[in-house]
């Protein structure tokens, strides 16, 4: 046998951990939908902390969960601008984030 037919087999024999494994459906779902969620979730973040403050809901108000439900809702909207470049509604956000932020720190 040839010494480089030989060694062109090694070459062209991937080790199995190298070997790409299929992705199940749900793999390919996350991949896919991956910043669509994040986004979904940040907004129902913000959604959920407008409206515990405008229920007027004194359990959560006397915990950190309305900043910490801003600081998140904020965040990953802004993110999600930022990849799109929608400049306005970031601004929006990194003011929220600001604000939430800032109301955070005084109640700590």
Known sequence: MNPATEQDD????????C??????????FLKS???DLYGWSGS?????????TSL?????HESYAVDLLNLYGSLAIGTLCYRAKIWPAL?????WFGIAGYSLFCEI
């Not at 090694?10 to 951990?17: N, Q, S, Y």
């Not at 070997?19 to 390919?28: D, G, K, N």
């Not at 129902?44 to 515990?52: I, Q, R, W």
């Open 10 to 17: 090694l070459v062209r024999t991937p080790c199995p951990e």
């Open 19 to 28: 070997v790409p494994q299929e992705e199940t459906p749900f793999q390919e």
């Open 33 to 35: 939908h991956a910043w």
């Open 44 to 52: 129902l973040g913000v959604l959920t902390a407008y409206t515990v």
């Open 56 to 60: 007027e809901i004194e359990e959560w």
């Open 91 to 95: 601004s929006l956000e990194v003011a």
